[in-house]
């Protein structure tokens, strides 16, 4: 099956850092990622979607400076998280999909990144 | 715009007993459909999907779904709890099968008592 890994699976930083999340296709390549965000005990919410050598795509809502995405490489992709607040705690979690042309064109979930952020 | 409604943010059930968890969607286009399970600080599992093949779905671990249009609803049952079934349960809606603009219900946490 198509594998998904987040890397770290849990982080604490202090506020004012910045943190960065990787988000790994690791069997197949993935055209495009989406990152969301779950807050404890309630649902996911797409942040933004990225496709391999584009800028991403920010819902409504989320400050595009404060959470940067890149996706340079179809199997890896990062989320930063710049000058974190504690408000900003909270698991995230990728997802990635290949193209029509592959063999993965759905949505396959990574394991979620759990950011305290003191 | 999609959208899904999960009734019940909490069900408990005796193990052996069946297991219902609720879903009803809201769709402009014909809807694509899932299910996923996620365990405590973990991502997120599908436990099947609708793709309009089938009215009845199903999917891994003994669940299945079936789509009733007239219903707008996509329940989630399973004839005989585990208590490894226990752990959050998402319905989602995708216009298309590709998952683009997947929107996610709010969760039902499913506790499997002994």
């Known amino acids: 099956g198509a594998v998904v890994s987040q890397h770290p699976s849990w982080v604490i930083c202090k506020s004012g850092t910045s943190v960065k999340i990787e988000c790994r296709s690791l069997?197949?390549?993935?055209?495009?990622m989406f990152w969301y965000r779950q807050f404890p005990k309630q649902s996911l919410m797409l942040m933004a979607t990225s496709n391999e050598g584009s800028k991403a795509t920010y819902e409504q809502g989320v400050e595009k400076d404060k959470f940067l995405i890149n996706h340079a490489s179809l199997t890896l992709s990062t989320l930063t998280v710049t000058s974190a607040h504690p408000e900003d705690s909270s698991f995230y979690i990728c997802?990635?999909?290949?193209?029509?042309?592959?063999?993965?064109?759905?949505?396959?979930f990574g394991p979620g990144t759990r950011l305290t952020v003191t | 715009a999609q959208s899904v409604t999960q009734l019940g943010s909490h069900v408990s059930v005796s193990e052996g007993a069946l297991v219902l968890l609720r879903c009803n969607y809201s769709?402009?286009?014909?809807?694509?459909l899932f299910w996923y399970v996620q365990y405590p600080n973990q991502g997120l599992q599908l436990l099947l999907k609708y793709t309009s093949a089938a009215t009845l779905v199903k999917g891994i671990n003994g669940f299945e779904a079936e789509f009733k249009k007239s219903e707008t609803s996509f329940h989630l049952t399973k004839p005989s709890a585990h208590m490894s079934d226990a752990a959050e349960y998402f319905c989602?809606?995708?216009?298309?099968?590709?998952?683009?603009?997947?929107?996610f219900g709010a969760g039902t946490r499913l506790t499997v008592k002994p």
């Open positions: 069997d197949f390549q993935a055209t495009t």
């Open positions: 769709s402009s286009v014909p809807p694509y």
């Open positions: 997802s990635a999909r290949g193209g029509s042309s592959g063999r993965v064109y759905e949505q396959y």
């Open positions: 989602a809606v995708s216009p298309s099968y590709n998952n683009n603009d997947m929107r």
